[in-house]
């Protein structure tokens, strides 16, 4: 149960003094809705004011205050032309103040002619006028801060507001017991917890900051190593194979070292009565499958049952066919079950799960459900791992009479210093080789000025056998963006290429999805136009041309996953950067590294330094790992001391029952890493 202490933290916004619906809205659209939320929405930058006598005494770029006359209002030729007010300091130098749009008729009530008026804003030089856009009017005898926050705002509240009301959510904050340990917190000089809060929210609240920071990823940390705990104390199945599938096992090609040395360190785990917990990294094309089905085999061979969870329907099928096809005749069934499996099949299905019929299951969040039971679960598999939380890991994980042990898979290359961070409580093995025979992808970047060249490339790709896929990033054409839209875009292919073009995105239902997919993989169809759920697993070891539109709006990341899809057969694979006219200087940086480079953890590296950690990894928006305090330079300087503290308490300061232990639950609880906690109760 959350410690009191917190409560007033986690009420509702509209607890707090002159919040009511009508600000709760932009509010919530900030995704602030709780007092908690408040107090951690940080300025993004400060305001310094300067007071002056005359404009001489400042410098174009400043901030200032200074008191004008106003002498004239001249209005542009146009509606869309701004209002110009003139104006005067008391040494008689002219300045310009210039509203635009609906703000022109304020301003002329604001500032009437013969008027003096104290006002603030930046000052700018426009040719060889200064100028003040949209200055603010002062009222008479009101004070303005010399310093003040700027937060992120939205529609419908004032900067000056959102200041007030984090002023308020800061008398909730209560004092709590410091679960940092004392060295440490020397070490970096950090305040308490609620001085470092209302010191983040001023001009000098870097060590502030940098302490919050630190308490999000030591709850992270202490959370990761006590659902370890709790899962090490929970005895499994040992699994040991007596070698009858594995040795039967007639790969198209050999392993790979790394496959290899993973394949022993899975062994490794399984032999163990501690459940494993691993997680498998490897590139695109680097053999996951193969290195998986070599130890569902071995739960199947010590009679148990493995299940494989794919994140979507896609991938789970693809799973089936690729697991079903290195099996080959090799006496196991493997079946799956997905959201979309109705009536008797899915009843025949969980029918066959219970009396030990089906040996490897591969699914979706269906293999979750309640109904769904097996008779001798061993192993989990879960692919692609990041897009599954901490709670997701543990349900699969009371599917059985002990816990299974875990080996989760991705793809998606995670830089050293964040896999600490996203999989805290696993071990890791790594696949940093190729298979033999896999040709580098070439990619081009090519501008989209030159579609109807690319368009006849199509064209000679397809005449000489070749399949393409075609990436957009959006699904339906919008207003608000000039980017082409997948419908759009296949339309227009359809008048050159006809019934050849088939379309996949992700608001198209499960069955019609698979039987559009189904037709490219057999070749019926010779271009795919898709959004990006084509981005992880799909294989079509006949399409060796890779089109992404508007690349320059994609993460290297996205680009690297979709650039994966090709490259996968013995024909020599292209992948195309289709760019925009206006290239900022990230988006150029990107570009560049896709021309140079086919190594996913370099991507990687590069991509934490290019768009932070919370981007990279795809949780702030989709799960309980996303950090909302700790920055990507945090993360980096900040886990390793947040790991050795979390073992710490654990392994020296008797973990949660101890004095700081009772801290550092309140701080589990605050970064809303208290599933942990659940689980260490629950055992």
């Known amino acids: 149960m959350r410690p009191d202490i917190l409560n007033p933290l986690f009420a509702e916004l509209t607890s707090l003094k002159g919040i009511g619906a009508a600000l709760a809205k932009p509010l919530a659209r900030l995704k602030l809705e709780r007092v908690k939320d408040l107090l951690f929405h940080f300025p993004s930058y400060f305001v310094h004011r300067r007071a002056i006598e005359g404009l001489d005494d400042a410098q174009i770029g400043e ?9 004239d209002h001249r209005s542009g030729g146009s509606a869309r032309s701004p209002l110009r007010i003139h104006a005067a300091d008391t040494r008689g130098d002219v300045i310009s103040l210039v509203f635009f749009g609906r703000n022109s008729g304020w301003a ?14 930046k000052l700018e030089a426009y040719g060889q006028e200064r100028q003040i856009i949209h200055p603010e009017v002062l009222e008479e005898g009101g004070a303005v801060p010399l310093v003040e926050p700027v937060y992120p705002l939205a529609d419908g509240i004032s900067n000056r507001r959102m200041g007030d009301l984090v002023a308020n959510a800061m008398q909730r904050a209560p004092q709590v017991p410091e679960w ?25 609240g870097e060590a502030g900051r940098q302490r919050l920071a630190y308490d999000e990823l030591f709850a992270n940390q202490l959370a990761y190593l006590l659902v370890r705990a709790a899962s090490d104390r929970r005895k499994t199945y040992p699994i040991r194979g007596d070698g009858r599938l594995v040795d039967a096992l ?46 569902m085999l071995r739960a199947v061979e010590a009679g148990r049952q493995a299940a494989l969870l794919a994140p979507t329907e896609i991938l789970a099928r693809q799973h089936l066919e690729s697991l079903r096809e290195l099996a080959g005749s090799l006496p196991v069934q493997i079946e799956i079950l997905t959201g979309r499996d109705k009536g008797r099949v899915r009843e025949s299905t969980l029918m066959a799960l219970a009396d030990g019929s089906i040996d490897i299951l591969v699914g979706t969040h269906a293999i979750f459900q309640e109904a769904v039971r097996y008779k001798a679960l061993g192993l989990i598999v879960i692919d692609e791992q990041h897009r599954f939380g901490v709670s997701q890991r543990l349900l699969l994980a009371q599917k059985a009479e002990r816990p299974p042990h875990l080996l989760a ?22 696949l940093d080789e190729l298979p033999p025979g896999r040709t580098p992808v070439e990619t081009v970047v090519v501008s989209d000025e030159r579609l109807p060249q690319v368009v006849d490339g199509i064209g000679r790709h397809i005449q000489s056998g ?15 963006s000039d980017l082409a839209a997948a419908e759009e875009r296949a339309a227009m292919l359809r008048l050159r290429f006809g019934d050849k073009v088939g379309l996949v995105h992700g608001r198209m239902k499960g069955p019609e999805k698979d039987a559009v997919m189904e037709r490219f993989a057999s070749g019926v169809l010779s271009l795919l136009v898709a959004t990006t759920v084509i981005e992880v697993g799909v294989n079509v070891p006949n399409a060796s041309l890779m089109i992404v539109e508007a690349a320059d709006r994609f993460g290297l990341a996205q680009l ?25 200087e990230t988006s150029r940086a990107r570009l560049a590294l896709m021309r140079e480079t086919n190594d996913g953890f370099r991507i990687a590296e590069e991509d934490l330094k290019l768009r932070g950690a919370g981007e990279l990894m795809g949780t702030r928006q989709s799960g309980e790992e996303g950090f909302s305090v700790a920055s990507e330079e945090q993360v980096r300087e900040l886990i390793g001391y947040a790991r050795d503290d979390a073992r710490m308490l654990i392994e020296r300061d008797g973990g949660l029952e101890g004095a700081r232990g009772e801290a550092a639950r309140i701080a589990l609880y605050l970064f809303e890493r208290d599933s942990a906690v659940r689980t260490l109760r629950s055992g």
């Open 63 to 71: 901030t200032v205050i200074v008191t004008i006359d106003v002498l």
């Open 108 to 121: 002329k009530k604001q500032l009437p002619v013969g008027e003096t008026r104290r006002i603030t804003g």
């Open 180 to 204: 940092i340990e004392p060295s440490l917190k020397a070490k970096f000089d950090w305040p308490d917890w609620r001085l470092a809060l209302t010191a983040a929210h001023g001009p000098d």
């Open 250 to 295: 007639k790969m198209p090609f050999a392993l790979t070292g790394a496959q290899a040395r993973s394949v022993r360190e899975i062994e490794g785990d399984l032999a163990q009565e501690r459940p494993m917990l691993r997680l498998l990294q490897g590139d695109v094309g680097s053999g996951k499958t193969a290195v998986a089905l070599i130890a």
């Open 409 to 430: 898979m991705t793809a998606t290359p995670i830089p050293r210093t964040l896999t600490l961070a996203l999989y805290g409580e696993m071990e890791v093995s790594l």
């Open 466 to 480: 070749g399949q393409a896929y075609w990436v957009c990033p959006l699904v339906e054409e919008s207003d608000a």
């Open 560 to 584: 690297h996953q979709l650039r994966g899809r090709v490259g996968r057969g013995s024909a020599k694979s292209t992948c195309l950067l289709l760019r925009t006219g206006q290239l900022s």
